[in-house]
């Protein structure tokens, strides 16, 4: 047990929406640009410090360094002026990590984050004969469950891994690899993965989260590999306490609220508060009937971490994002950032991390998005800016 977690430890994995994506070359430049540019600025205004009568140092140029121009002495002058740190987002897809001081490791969504986030959980638990992890799945699509298969922690049979999340979720795993019911079938066998139970020598646990009452025979069928928790009821995973919750997607979808030690975590990736031309419309109230829900769990919360995918003209389709062409977002189930820092400021929430970012975004602008959230939220004690991966909060 880390006795340095005096509640919870939050590790941020993968932040990125849709699908994996890394910088383009040009994205680098821009970034490198911005390094350079902080860096110079730094040794100028040291360098200014030194100048007398106008344009004459005050000292030789190799008393001003420390030393003969080369790598070494140039290195200890750089270090004078510390580390400038850029937004760095990451392009692995969701993944979240929580550690809590009574020892359990949970993690939430299994997207390509979750390869590196197992590697780190090996290596946490060392020689342990015996290792628990507890995985809660928001919903089925790709994204949130591709880095599964690539986990490290499936091919270690001292491993029992508790996957919960509701049907689709825990099917979208068996269905392709057979995890709950050692069975894939035939026309299904290496067509995603070359991966299966066969060879994933871990112990499979599965939970499904749902509004499980009286049940038929044929939903017991399908429910035969797993067992149900009733989403009007916390789940219990040592001292932490947790509250499962639907949110507007085109694949149903839950979201989390995570309790331990009189401190709240609200995780909700992939939810759209909808904005449709007609109130009437049954998908329109079922979306804010959804938000409201949100909004009572996250009211107080001290970390939020939220889908908002777009920007509100994006999704309206007024402008397209990078070079993709405008086109309407309504009912992609995603969130406008400006609803998600409004709704942040009205929950009071401590700190929140918006994520799911949309792969055509690139990181200049993902950067302008951040600076302009810091200046809104200047003068306030709540925070808001986009989520970084290799964020680690301490709570």
């Not at 189930?333 to 991390?353: F, N, P």
């Amino acid at each position: 047990m880390d006795h340095s977690i005096r509640n919870m430890r939050i590790s941020f994995y993968g932040v990125q929406g849709s699908g994996s994506t890394f910088p383009a070359s040009h994205e680098t430049e821009a970034l490198q640009e911005v390094m350079d540019y902080e860096l110079l600025k730094m040794v100028f205004e040291d360098f200014d410090k030194h100048i007398i009568n106008g344009n004459q140092l005050d000292c030789t140029l190799t008393e001003y360094l420390g030393g003969p121009i080369n790598r070494k002495t140039l290195l200890k002058y750089r270090k004078r002026f510390g580390s400038y740190k850029p937004r760095i987002y990451g392009g692995w897809t969701t993944c979240i990590h929580i550690e809590t001081s009574d020892g359990y490791d949970i993690v939430l969504d299994c997207g390509s984050g979750f390869r590196n986030c197992a590697n780190d959980l090996q290596v946490k638990w060392g020689n342990q004969s015996e290792r628990h992890i507890h995985i809660l799945g928001s919903h089925s699509h790709f994204d949130h469950t591709e880095g599964f298969d690539q986990a490290v922690v499936c091919f270690d049979p001292r491993n029992t891994i508790h996957i919960y999340g509701n049907y689709q979720f825990l099917h979208s795993l068996d269905s392709y690899l057979g995890i709950f019911s050692k069975f894939v079938r035939d026309d299904v066998i290496g067509v995603q993965t070359p991966i299966n139970y066969s060879i994933m020598p871990a112990s499979f646990n599965g939970i499904e989260i749902g509004n499980i009452t009286k049940e038929t025979s044929v939903e017991k069928e399908k429910r035969k590999n797993w067992r149900t928790h009733d989403i009007n009821k916390f789940i219990e995973i040592g001292a932490t306490s947790i509250t499962a919750f639907d949110v507007y997607h085109p694949a149903p979808c839950l979201g989390y609220k995570i309790e331990h030690g009189g401190k709240t975590f609200v995780f909700c990736t992939d939810h759209e508060l909808r904005h449709g031309d007609n109130s009437d419309d049954p998908k329109q109230k079922i979306s804010e009937e959804a938000d409201e829900l949100l909004i009572k769990h996250t009211m107080g919360a001290d970390v939020l971490y939220r889908d908002g995918q777009y920007l509100r003209s994006e999704y309206d389709g007024f402008s397209g994002i990078g070079s993709s062409n405008p086109v309407e977002r309504i009912d992609w189930g995603h969130s406008c950032i400006e609803d998600v820092q409004k709704m942040a400021l009205q929950c009071l929430v401590k700190k929140t991390y918006i994520g799911h970012h949309d792969p055509n975004r690139e990181w200049s602008e993902r950067n302008w998005i951040d600076e302009t959230l810091a200046r809104t939220c200047k003068n306030r004690e709540e925070k808001i800016k986009l989520a970084c991966a290799g964020t680690v909060i301490d709570l």
